[in-house]
T-cell receptor, first 115, second 112 residues
Framework: GAGVSQTPSNKVTEKGKYVELRCDPISGHTALYWYRQSLGQGPEFLIYFQGTGAADDSGLPNDRFFAVRPEGSVSTLKIQRTERGDSAVYLC?????????????FGPGTRLTVL | KQEVTQIPAALSVPEGENLVLNCSFTDSAIYNLQWFRQDPGKGLTSLLLIQSSQREQTSGRLNASLDKSSGRSTLYIAASQPGDSATYLCAVASGGSYIPTFGRGTSLIVHP
């Protein structure tokens, strides 16, 4: 079946602009995760959803970052007033549920460049 | 706060060698430990998941071990091939949720 998809694959924007990044998880997966990966680093947790609700948003760096998952499937990560330091690859992952036994399936990521 | 360290940061070997990649973590109260592979410009692919109650997992030429008491895991790659060239990431789930903390990865190059 189809894996996790993310759009766009690349996004170039100017400092101060607003951007939206989209994630389509694997059908039926209730858990959805967002990560940010900078060059030479491992992925850094941002937020995860269990169904429609944000179960843990402790990784969001500040209030310019927000994510939604209104119908429990597709999720959108929204970044307001972008800064150059927001440049990174944003990864989305999904899993059947949140448990210690389930692995996460990752999408290819969106590379965000803020000029 | 969980911290995950991977050694070495980079590794270049000739084809056919057996390899050991190391991962250490500071908090031994973990739910699971996973090894992922990441190819350039791509997302992560899960290779092996070891649950807290397990000592090792095997898949093909890959074997991962877990020693919670010492806070260590190793990923063993047998008879390495050029197609194994990628970055290998270790991730540990601990604390109040199953959110993994990732290491920085080991960049592996296997040359023919």
């Amino acid at each position: 079946g189809a894996g996790v998809s993310q759009t766009p694959s690349n996004k170039v924007t100017e400092k101060g602009k607003y951007v939206e990044l989209r994630c389509d998880p694997i059908s039926g997966h209730t858990a959805l995760y967002w990560y940010r990966q900078s060059l030479g680093q491992g992925p850094e947790f941002l937020i995860y959803f269990q169904g429609t609700g944000a179960a843990d948003d402790s990784g969001l760096p500040n209030d310019r970052f927000f994510a939604v998952r209104p119908e429990g499937s597709v999720s959108t990560l929204k970044i307001q007033r972008t800064e150059r330091g927001d440049s990174a690859v944003y990864l989305c992952a999904s899993s059947p549920r949140v448990s210690g036994a389930d692995t996460q399936y990752f999408g290819p990521g969106t590379r965000l460049t803020v000029l | 706060k969980q911290e995950v360290t991977q050694i070495p940061a980079a590794l270049s070997v000739p084809e056919g060698e057996n390899l050991v990649l190391n991962c250490s973590f500071t908090d031994s109260a973990i739910y699971n430990l996973q090894w992922f592979r990441q190819d350039p410009g791509k997302g992560l692919t899960s290779l092996l998941l070891i649950q807290s109650s397990q000592r090792e997992q095997t898949s093909g030429r890959l074997n991962a071990s877990l020693d919670k008491s010492s806070g260590r895991s190793t990923l063993y790659i047998a008879a390495s091939q050029p197609g194994d060239s990628a970055t290998y990431l270790c991730a540990v789930a601990s604390g109040g949720s199953y959110i993994p903390t990732f290491g920085r990865g080991t960049s592996l190059i296997v040359h023919p």
